[in-house]
């Protein structure tokens, strides 16, 4: 038999902890309640020994929403300039990225990446098209301990400067030729490689999955 991989395994307890919330949410039978509390005790361990993310902080990821749970969406700003495409450094790891992060409550999909543009790269920004609906698992080494889908969205620059943000500490604009040192943990050179295949490529069909 096979042995299955730390993502069969990681995709199971994942599984696991979204039984258990969704049950927690509606369940009132005090014995059902505390088995769901035992399986969401569980899948928590579980993912902290394939992930190594310590306990306390994956209880803080998956323990504080109840409901029915659904995959976190991010968003992606893709712009090019004269040929070259659009990278901010993060503070965080002091590597770069496409502007963008979690796509914010009470905003759309649009609204979310116009305003990470302005924060973290100084440019005001109108919308072009969507590019991908691409999940972040699947092109990934090392899988995050929950399910998130990136939408990457081609943009144009309308006014402002490049101005870092809190977040950042640079901005400029890079050719396929000469990428910098990328946050892999945010964007990948796959899809850097993608999203220049796009501008070469008007016709190109967006990407899923």
């Avoid at 394939?50 to 504080?64: A, M, Q, S």
């Avoid at 945010?186 to 070469?200: A, W």
Wanted: aromatic share 10%; with cysteine.
């Amino acid at each position: 038999m096979d042995k299955e991989l730390p993502t069969d395994w990681l995709n199971i307890a994942k599984r696991i902890n979204s039984i258990a919330i969704t049950g927690l949410t509606y369940c009132r039978d005090q014995y059902d309640i505390e088995r769901y509390n035992e399986l969401l005790d569980l899948s928590i361990h579980v993912i902290n020994k394939i992930t190594d993310i310590k306990t306390d902080k994956l209880e803080f990821i998956f323990n504080r929403e109840l409901g029915y749970q659904t995959p976190k969406i991010g968003v992606r700003a893709v712009i090019f300039l004269k040929g070259k495409l659009l990278f901010v450094r993060e503070k965080m790891d002091g590597k770069w990225t496409l502007p963008g992060g979690f796509a914010d409550m009470g905003l759309t999909p649009s609204q979310s990446v116009i305003r990470e543009v302005l924060e973290e790269a100084g440019f005001e920004v109108e919308i072009i098209r969507i590019l991908g609906i691409i999940d972040y698992n699947k092109h990934q080494a090392r899988p995050f301990p929950f399910d998130i889908y990136n939408l990457f969205i081609e943009c144009r620059i309308t006014g402002g400067e490049a101005i870092p943000g809190p977040e950042t500490s640079e901005v400029g604009f890079f050719g396929e030729d000469n990428l910098p040192e990328l946050s892999v943990k945010r964007v990948t050179l796959q899809q850097i490689k993608m999203m220049f295949e796009f501008r070469n490529n008007k016709q190109k069909q967006p990407l899923l999955d």
